[in-house]
């Protein structure tokens, strides 16, 4: 995949920024707060729907009333233009070579990976946080896991419901037996889907740990599955894993009655890291933090590549800042050599090359100079 042109009209602070990018690097400097991080994360919010805003509405320039970005790319060598506008005044368009399309449809149109200091903070959150990752990179790759991930969250949200009812006296308990066996197929699904993919991450994320740490270090990531004593493995069964998973749901119900939520499923599983044996969230030092966050990133592109076919656009907001040079020079050197489309932050020239290797911008207050112009 290949983007060949990105604009945007009262995005955050971006006024009227409209550039070509390169087809390997691309660098944006500038000092903190000039925009650099708001270009990447309008990227990833047309490839995700998704922002660190509060509020959609906050995406849109202050004393504007619509905020706008259009993607020009290539995927699978089809030419392709994706447009978001985002209004005070009525909802959000999402347009597909100008024809409009639901959210829904959007995922796996144009995919990226986006690494922010932020995602340093993953490791040491809530299992939500890490499950959110997870929900993401698979639903890029396979856009009906999406689907099938809102249908269960439907199913525990009503179950949820309805055990509440039989609390109050308002239900049976029987009512249950219809919801139940809904819910363990569709968690079966989701929780094969979720084994499978982070069975090759796994693999994939061991080889990027491995390489930016100068073969140290070995990473594991492993698919923790709540409240079951199933193993999350290649061996994976759906059927065997939705069996098991009735069966225990149903010796929880009057437990799950009196909590009034449902106490198993895909909503409660988490992710473990481990480094060297060692699990990172209890032992990770700051800097094995930074490397694993990096392999993880670098394993979704090569994730994404097998399950489409194309590496996806890379976006890498301030990461230089948080390696040493050694680390910066593998990474970039890895880019160059897998010809990877990327997107990179920065406030300091210094952490690349003298030589030429794509393009660099220059970012101040919300406007954008190519280098090449100068």
């Not at 929780?191 to 990473?219: C, D, F, G, H, W």
């Not at 149903?250 to 599983?269: F, I, M, N, Q, W």
Request: aromatic share 8%.
């Amino acid at each position: 995949m290949n983007v060949t042109e990105i604009f945007f009209k009262d995005w955050r602070n971006l006024a009227d920024v409209h550039f070509r990018p390169d087809a390997a690097i691309n660098i944006f400097l500038g000092l903190n707060a000039q925009g650099k991080t708001n270009i990447l994360e309008a990227i990833n919010f047309a490839s995700l729907l998704r922002s660190r805003a509060g509020k959609e509405l906050e995406l849109i320039r202050w004393g504007q009333s619509v905020a706008f970005v259009r993607i020009k790319y290539i995927k699978a060598d089809i030419s392709h233009e994706l447009a978001i506008e985002i209004s005070t005044e009525r909802r959000r368009r999402i347009l597909l070579d100008a024809n409009p399309i639901r959210p829904r449809e959007l995922l796996g149109k144009l995919n990226s990976v986006f690494f922010s200091p932020e995602d340093l903070f993953m490791f040491k959150s809530s299992p939500s946080t890490r499950r959110k990752f997870l929900d993401a990179q698979i639903s890029q790759a396979v856009p009906i896991y999406f689907l099938e991930l809102s249908k269960y969250t439907k199913l525990v949200e009503m179950r949820n419901a309805l055990l509440k009812k039989i609390r109050e006296g308002s239900a049976r308990i029987n009512d249950l037996e219809l919801w139940d066996e809904q819910l363990a197929d569709a968690c079966a699904r989701v929780t094969a889907k979720r084994v499978s993919a982070v069975n090759k991450i796994n693999l994939l994320a061991n080889l990027m740990q491995r390489k930016i740490s100068a073969q140290a270090e070995n990473l594991s990531v492993v698919y923790e599955i709540h409240g079951l004593d199933v193993a999350a493995t290649k061996n994976f069964s759906a059927e065997d894993f939705s069996a098991q998973f009735l069966r225990t749901l149903k010796a929880r119900r009057s437990e799950d009655v009196r909590r009034g939520s449902t106490s198993l499923g895909a909503h409660l599983d988490d992710l473990k890291f481990f480094v060297n044996g060692r699990e990172l969230k209890l032992f990770g030092s700051q800097g094995q933090l930074r490397t694993v966050a990096l392999a993880l990133k670098l394993s979704e592109l090569q994730f994404l590549k097998t399950e489409t076919g194309e590496y996806p656009l890379l976006l890498l907001d301030d990461v230089m800042s948080e390696l040493d040079a050694a680390r910066r020079e593998l990474l970039l050197d890895f880019l160059c050599r897998e010809k990877i489309q990327t997107l990179i932050t920065a406030t300091d020239r210094t952490y690349f090359p003298t030589h030429s290797f794509g393009k660099i911008f220059f970012v101040k207050a919300g406007t954008l100079v190519d280098d090449s112009t100068q």
